[in-house]
């Protein structure tokens, strides 16, 4: 059979899912013909063209009066007439910034890079204001309403609903369906995908009707139960697959084929007239392929060159499953129902070359929800007998086997980035976590991948239920003091998983008043109380508060496009052989005066200033001036596109007052002046210190 795999957009721009790939290894050793390719990358590719972006801007202009003193859903809106400031610029710049983000030589030179993500962000605020409620970042995004059916079956209809829809159906879907395509199937990896697979699916019919849709993914599996229930599913979608899906669409093809095939009830939820048309028996037993004995994903006919990186960075699985499974926040094993499965090291080390030979691979992530330190040491003495070298990095907990020695032993294996599940520094949060590992070890841990040479990222968050906000504090100021060991932080604010431990069994966890905030929606969001929890207003306050300090005692850390620890702080970790973000975008990126002369167009193109949640534009051309969000914003003075420090650091910072006070403004003082050389660095602010 013809078989198309895709990706709906609002995806990865920087590197490709391990989903298609995955799939397509086992369907063509079948005999099946597959073809696989990133739509969303595909879609955006279209849409960040000069062209694209002056489209976006005519958009915006028609529309002006309906939107420039309109609502702006989560202050994410910006004025009409700074967008279209923004809009002139990014046109004339964005194919130069795509191509910096795709050269092997400018990518690493940290001013262009600097230059090249701005644009590329500015990209999408522009595309986000056109196309309000709906917003699109570089990682991630939403339409801006409840996620029920009902409601992604009305956008998936609405060509006005984001800048995709147009290509979608007038380029890329006929293109992929040319030629006749017995089945489409189209993973979908998060939720704000929904929207644009529903998409995809309509558009399939719509084309060709007689085309067979199947849906699966991370998204739908979260999804499962209001899938099953909503009578209709299968308007557009005519099998669902739940879990590991390589097994499910092996046998489903072979059904569709006229095969006579068994079908696991648990994992596949087909369309009433499907079921009838392939009278196949079901079988209550789940169906799962020896992860051993799966091929090596195959990303041959993958669109890579659509991604903005210089070189592929791809991943592989050394395992499926998580071998703590305990921790009370996760639903992990939603996706991975049975125990955990390892692919054997020789299997890994013939997938790892077979990726070098075929793409010239030089850097892999491997997406294991966490690996532990014995088979990361396996990996690092396989990598290092490799004919060619590799630097990868993983998911990893703070298990106490981490030692030194062994660390260093990683690191000459090729491992520059490992990512912690740090959650907490309090031993009692984690404790209430049953994440079962130590704070003392964490912090001997980082302190030791640090001087290994290996890049620590820590995961955290904060309000899960229980703590208190002395220890959401005892977390932040950790995070501050450390900085110099740790390469960067994500934190986010506790939420309620659907089939995680503190789901099922609140009570155990001191919550109560657990309910779903919209009883329609695909992917549940919860609200709760418990006896030491502040207001959900309260804490979400105290969050952002301590996000915002965080930020000033890591001003890099959204340096890259793609995040902290996405594909290009993985490239840019081994290109540079430094863990420090500051040291990356150092001093050859803070000197104006050699970006001015590297790219002389910048003295009379759009000048951007971002600081405390505001936006400055002015273009010296035009005369163009332009403020965002002026509610929270301190005004600055700017004159022919300079700015003085002292001013900014004055507007900024509160008057002194006490002692203690009087420290905070230093270190404040001390991150508004990194966070002006970082807008140095990206090429949009000339600054006169």
């Given at each position: ?539 979400t306050r105290e969050f952002k508060r301590a996000l915002g300090r965080l930020l000033q005692a ?136």
């Amino acid at each position: 059979m013809r078989v198309a795999l895709v990706t709906p957009p609002m995806g990865s721009l920087t590197q490709p899912a391990l989903s298609l790939p995955s799939l397509a290894a086992v369907l063509r050793p079948a005999g099946h013909d597959v073809v696989q390719q990133d739509v969303g990358i595909a879609a955006l590719d279209g849409v960040l063209t000069r062209d694209g972006v002056s489209a976006l801007r005519e958009r915006i202009e028609r529309s002006q009066g309906d939107h420039a003193d309109g609502p702006r859903p989560r202050g994410r809106r910006m004025h009409a007439e700074a967008a279209l400031v923004i809009a002139r610029h990014v046109a004339e710049q964005i194919d130069e910034a795509k191509a910096i983000l795709r050269d092997p030589r400018r990518f690493f030179d940290a001013a262009q890079y600097c230059f090249a993500v701005d644009v590329v962000r500015l990209s999408l605020e522009v595309a986000s204001f056109a196309y309000s409620p709906f917003w699109i970042q570089a990682r991630g995004g939403d339409y801006g309403c409840p996620v029920t059916y009902s409601e992604v079956r009305r956008l998936a209809l609405d060509g006005n609903a984001d800048p995709f829809a147009g290509i979608l159906e007038d380029r890329l879907m006929p293109a992929l369906l040319t030629g006749g395509v017995d089945v489409v199937g189209i993973s979908v990896t998060y939720v704000e995908q929904l929207v644009p697979a529903f998409r995809l699916a309509y558009l399939t019919k719509l084309i060709s009707s007689r085309t067979r849709v199947v849906m699966g993914g991370a998204a739908i599996i979260l999804a499962e139960p209001r899938l099953r229930a909503e009578p209709a599913a299968h308007e557009w979608v005519d099998a669902y697959v739940f879990g590991e899906g390589e097994a499910v669409l092996l046998s489903l093809l072979d059904a569709l084929g006229g095969t006579s095939v068994a079908l696991p009830r648990p994992r596949v939820h087909l369309a009433g007239d499907l079921a009838e048309e392939l009278g196949c028996p079901w079988v209550d037993a789940d169906e799962r392929l020896d992860f051993d004995a799966l091929p090596c994903p195959d990303y041959s006919g993958l669109n890579l060159d659509d991604y903005l990186s210089p070189e592929p960075v791809l991943m592989l699985s050394s395992a499926r499953g998580c071998y703590h499974r305990r921790c009370a926040f996760c639903n992990f094993a939603l996706s991975f129902a049975k125990a955990l499965s390892q692919r054997s090291l020789p299997a890994l080390a013939a997938d790892i070359e077979t990726l070098q030979r075929q793409f010239g691979v030089r850097h892999i992530f491997f997406a294991d929800d966490c690996i532990p330190p014995k088979r990361c040491t396996a990996i690092g003495n396989a990598v290092r007998s490799l004919p060619e070298p590799l630097a990868w990095a993983t998911n990893v907990r703070f298990e106490p086997q981490f030692t030194r020695p062994v660390l260093q032993d990683l690191r000459a294996g090729g491992c520059v980035s490992l990512i912690f599940g740090h959650e907490s520094a309090s031993q009692r949060v984690l404790d209430l976590m049953d994440k079962g590992t130590t704070s003392e070890a964490a912090k001997r841990i980082v302190a030791d991948a640090s001087r290994s040479e290996i890049a620590v990222h820590l995961m955290n968050f904060i309000g899960f239920p229980g703590e208190s906000p002395a220890e959401a504090q005892q977390t932040v100021d950790y995070l501050v003091a450390a900085r110099q060991q740790i390469t960067s932080f994500g934190l986010v604010e506790y939420h309620v998983t659907e089939a995680s431990p503190v789901e099922r069994d609140p009570a155990r966890f001191g919550v109560s008043g657990l309910r779903r905030a919209n009883a329609l929606e695909l992917v549940p969001k919860y609200v709760f109380s418990s006896d030491e929890h502040a207001p959900k207003r309260t804490r979400t306050r105290e969050f952002k508060r301590a996000l915002g300090r965080l930020l000033q005692a890591y001003p890099y850390d959204d340096r890259f496009l793609d995040g902290p620890i996405g594909a290009h702080s993985l490239l840019y970790i081994a290109e540079r052989q430094t863990t420090r973000f500051e040291v990356m975008f150092g001093p050859e990126a803070r000197d104006p005066d050699a970006i001015l002369r590297g790219r002389p167009a910048l003295r009379e193109g759009t000048i951007i200033l971002r600081q405390g949640g505001g936006k400055v534009l002015y273009h010296p051309p035009s005369s163009a001036y332009a403020a965002v969000n002026r509610r929270h914003w301190a005004w600055v003075k700017m004159i022919d596109g300079h700015i003085a420090l002292s001013s900014l650091m004055l507007q900024t910072c509160p008057a002194p007052g006490t002692r203690a006070l009087r420290d905070v403004l230093r270190e404040h003082a001390a991150n508004v002046a990194a966070k002006a050389l970082q807008l140095e660095a990206s090429g949009v602010l000339r600054f006169d210190l």
